[in-house]
């Protein structure tokens, strides 16, 4: 059985990234950092379409190049 | 005599093409210039003097021979030491690397070489080119030529200096947050940051696939056009990069400019320094003369940009390093190591949502922002040239919002995809600075055109450490 320190991330837990050596003021930083930035995904997240996809953007970019 | 020092890719290739001068007296000027320029400034991270001078010599027989030649045929260059070369290793900037030397050339070394371009040296960059100062704290710090105390920019820092210095007229960097045009700012030299997908990424040190960019440093734009012409176009070692057509960039360095419309959103201006968006009024003002119409354009929120940028790059930075990270984060310089951390504290949730939100955020820009103009001008520096004291922030608890502040103007960009001109400020005799002209997508040739009627006049200049 995987100790905790093996399994993946679970970013809203407590355990975040246990398997970094990380002291505790790095990690306190490092998880305001990212709760920060969730905030900004979790209002991005309402706006988008339910069939926005990650090749978007390349679409996008390439339709974008059109005179 | 002529100045080699001053002359610009381009032409130094045609003095060599018709015999003014041999690509051996080049080459042994660029290095002795080169090493001026690493005493001062920590450029390089190896010398290739021997290796270089064979070439040379090969390159002055082929042309003795009358045998057919690239556009860079004989032409010193030096790369930001993050590229494959067969056979050898490259540093990364770190100390942590593959010790396996390349079995293959990446695909911009390659096609500079097939041009006839040499390489004299691997130049310096930040550790794992993830550093927008040109601080590296495992390989030492670059320092800027025209104040050594000051920050080069990072994390194409090397080549930057090098250019700037005179010691070679263009090289690569690469660009994930800003890593092209803040060490041509703060240099006081041009780039271009590709449109994502314009250039090969194979090959090259990946830090953030989503956002790295392959793209050169150059003081004279005619040579960004040149060595982005030799660069783009697809590859099939990296699906990324795109078949849309390559214009010749040299042929449309002339386009008339009269009539583009300069896009001015002084919202986002207004966020920097009030001296730095002096420097952007400055500016605008030449294009504005050389003929470009100034219009108001907004861009999308920029503080919504520069999260949805970091909520793609941190965790792509980090899945990079995961294992180093797990296994061997002790040899890691401690700026590096903290900000690779934070990635893994960011959910695949909403990584994701930055990554499907990206489109409609380049749709949303294409359609608002540049509804009305052609190009866009911004700050790329927040602020006047900081001192490397100033941002050595190591790895302390104040990296995130240190390097937000160098990299604010520049990183949303990245999210966007979309191509960059880098211009110094006209000087006057002051410390270097730049400014940023965004394009639509794949409108490089604009770009250069407007930064070739910049160049008539603002000249480039070779930097020397200022008086007092």
């Known amino acids: 059985m995987a100790s905790p320190k093996d ?32 905030k900004t995904a979790h209002r991005i997240a309402l706006e988008l379409p339910f069939g ?9 970019l390439i339709e974008g190049a059109k005179p | 005599m002529t100045d080699l020092a001053a002359l610009s890719a381009r032409s130094l290739a045609k003095a060599i093409r018709d015999k003014k001068v041999s690509s051996v007296e080049a080459t042994e000027a660029a290095i002795g210039r080169l090493k001026a320029c690493h005493g001062l400034t920590n450029c390089v991270m190896s010398l290739e003097e021997e290796e270089a001078l064979a ?19 004989g032409v010193p260059l030096a790369h930001k030491d993050m590229y494959d070369r067969q056979g050898k290793i ?27 371009a040499l390489q004299i040296a691997a130049l310096h960059l930040a550790e794992f080119a993830y550093g927008p100062t040109g601080h590296n704290y495992v390989l030492g710090h670059a ?15 090397g080549t930057a200096c090098a250019v700037a210095y005179g010691a070679i007229p263009a090289g690569l960097g690469s660009d994930t947050g800003g890593s092209l045009r803040l060490p041509a700012a703060a240099c006081g030299v041009t ?33 960004l056009a040149l060595t982005l012409g030799i660069l783009a176009g697809p590859d099939p070692r990296d699906p990324a990069a795109t078949s849309v057509p390559v214009p010749d960039y040299v042929a449309r360095l002339d386009d008339p400019v009269k009539g583009l419309k300069l896009g001015v959103d002084e919202a986002v201006i207004g966020e920097a320094d009030p001296r730095v968006q002096k420097m952007v009024e400055e500016v605008a003002g030449i294009l504005v003369k050389l003929g470009l119409t100034r219009t108001s354009c907004r861009f999308p929120d920029w ?20 294992t180093f990270l797990r296994t061997r984060a002790g040899e890691y310089g401690p700026q590096v190591r903290a900000r690779a951390e934070v990635g893994h504290f960011i959910s695949s949730v909403d990584h994701l949502t930055a990554l499907r939100a990206r489109g409609s955020y380049l749709e949303r ?54 191509p960059t001109l880098a211009l110094p400020i006209p000087r006057g005799g002051g410390l270097p600075n730049g400014i940023q002209l965004v394009g639509r997508p794949y409108a490089e040739a604009t770009l250069f055109a407007v930064g070739q009627a910049y160049q008539r006049v603002v000249p480039p200049e070779i930097a020397r450490p200022l008086e007092g």
């Open chain 2, 55 to 73: 070439a040379a010599r090969a390159t002055d027989a082929a042309i003795a021979k009358g045998s057919a030649m690239g556009p860079l045929a």
């Open chain 1, 52 to 60: 926005a996809d990650v090749d978007d953007f390349r679409r996008v």
């Open chain 2, 365 to 418: 820009t294409l359609r608002d922002t540049f509804k009305d103009a052609d190009i866009a001008i911004l700050p790329i520096l927040a602020d006047p040239l900081p001192t490397l004291a100033e941002l050595d922030v190591s790895g302390g608890p104040q990296v995130q919002a240190a390097m937000g502040r160098v990299v604010k103007f520049t990183r949303p960009i990245n999210y966007l995809g979309l």
């Open chain 2, 143 to 157: 320092r800027n030529p025209w104040d050594p105390t000051r920050i080069t920019g990072g994390s194409s820092a």
């Open chain 1, 7 to 38: 399994e993946q991330s679970q970013p809203d837990g407590g355990d975040a990234a246990a398997y970094l050596d990380m002291p505790p003021e790095r990690r306190a930083a490092a998880k305001a950092h990212a709760a920060m930035l969730s």
């Open chain 2, 191 to 223: 780039s271009i940051k590709p449109t994502w997908g314009r250039v090969s990424r194979a090959g090259a040190m990946p830090l953030a696939p989503a956002l790295d960019t392959v793209g050169v440093i150059a003081r004279h734009v005619e040579d």
């Open chain 2, 303 to 322: 503080q919504t940009l520069d999260h949805l940028v970091q909520l793609v790059q941190l965790p792509d930075a980090s899945a990079a390093h995961t």
């Open chain 2, 90 to 116: 490259a540093s990364w900037g770190a100390k942590l690397r593959s010790h396996r030397p390349a079995t293959a050339d990446s695909t911009a070394i390659a096609r500079l070489k097939s041009a006839g």
